[in-house]
């Protein structure tokens, strides 16, 4: 039936707690460790996770942020005592599916997993059945794929969406993805900039105003709530709405009516909403900036987005992307990336993230003006003096290790990543043409997948064409 990790380091409750799950017709594993749990979670097999709170070697609850953000996430139960009563509200906040107090009931043990277990394989099959188009989010880090999964439930729904993270985490990037991946796709995407909000036309400016409503009015204006009828209405910097129109907004956001400013007869907006923040919402309730009944309305469905450091491999795979993809607007050949550019980019800390980092690309591009290969000296001084140090292993900024002859020859791995990447885009030149436009005739002629050749299409500039 399924597959159930426990992990507590109490035998007779480890002992109890397999028996159990084993009568339910599931597979149990006994781990008594943390350090053990994270192993057997890493391996991706599990599909309810029962996690005690207090191991010999940590907290239970330090792991649980990553043991749910991983690309295959179990369902996990925190077991805590009758006393923890703040570790079960951190446990739900952090991920968690719910919690069972000690000693356990074991009925409610029995319930619990199977809700779990029911929504595990509910959610499975809702991933398997669309695939979520995302080509503008590039990356495949474990924190990534885990925001794709959740970007995909959210989008199989009509529930309000909030969307949280840093500045350049990429919100508007997943809020167009939610959008075009739903059944409001066809509908148009409205963006609200709420911290650019005219002080004086805020109304006018979402609601739309009637002829003559004030001085300057001649003509009627649809606002922005009006035109995303049908789609999406995206409310970016959500934080920022002022206080007086959150107010006014609470009726939009209930019943879809509003009134545009000098009419008299209400309208109506078939929208769904999709909002983003990198504030604190909660802190900003509690300063009485931001009001409680429209934060409720708005976190129907909440997806928080990692940092730029936090997504393992994605700087290598944003850096190729956007280095083919300046070299295509520039209408050069795609420049190849050095070892030491790679380094002197992972080790940078990327306040800004991933607009940061695209910002950065475009200047390296620029930088490199004719020249091959994209080297440490190409980035901003800014950005090299700020890693200055912490690039040990990679070759100096002359591009050859410490004691090697200079020399016009190039190192064999560059020169072989150079041959190989315009091999590449010789041949797929070549596709391009054979193909004439089919997807079908291109997959079959190259023996590549769906996803690779798009892949490659991308990295060098490339596309279909009929």
Known sequence: MGHVLIVDDDELIGHQLSRTVEQMGCTPFWVQTLAHGE??????????VLLDVSLPDGNGLEALP???GLPAAPEVVIITSAEGGRAAEQAITSGAWDYIRKPVDLAELRLTVLRALTYKASKTARRSS?????DAIIGSSPRLLACIERAAEAASGDAAVLLLGATGTGKELFARAIH???ARAKGPFVTVDCAALPPTLVESTLFGHARGAFTGAQEPREGLVAQADGGTLFLDEVGDLPIDVQRLFLRVLQERRFLPVGADLERRSDFRLIAATNQDMDALVS???????VLFRIQGFVLALPPLTEREGDIEDLAVHWCAEFCRRAGVDVKGLSRAFIACLSAYHWPGNVRELVQTMERAVSAAYDAPQLRPQHLPRPLRAAVAGRTHGAEPENGRHQGAERSALPLFAEF??????????????MLVDEAQGSLERALGLSGLSKTRLYELLRAHGLRLRP
């Open 39 to 48: 192993r057997e979670v890493l391996r991706g097999v599990y599909d309810v």
């Open 66 to 68: 990553r043991w749910v």
């Open 130 to 134: 669309a695939a979520f188009g995302r």
């Open 180 to 182: 075009d991946n739903s």
């Open 287 to 293: 300063a009485g900036r931001f009001r409680a009944d």
């Open 416 to 429: 072989r990543r150079e041959i190989v990447s315009r091999g590449e885009k010789d041949y797929l030149r």
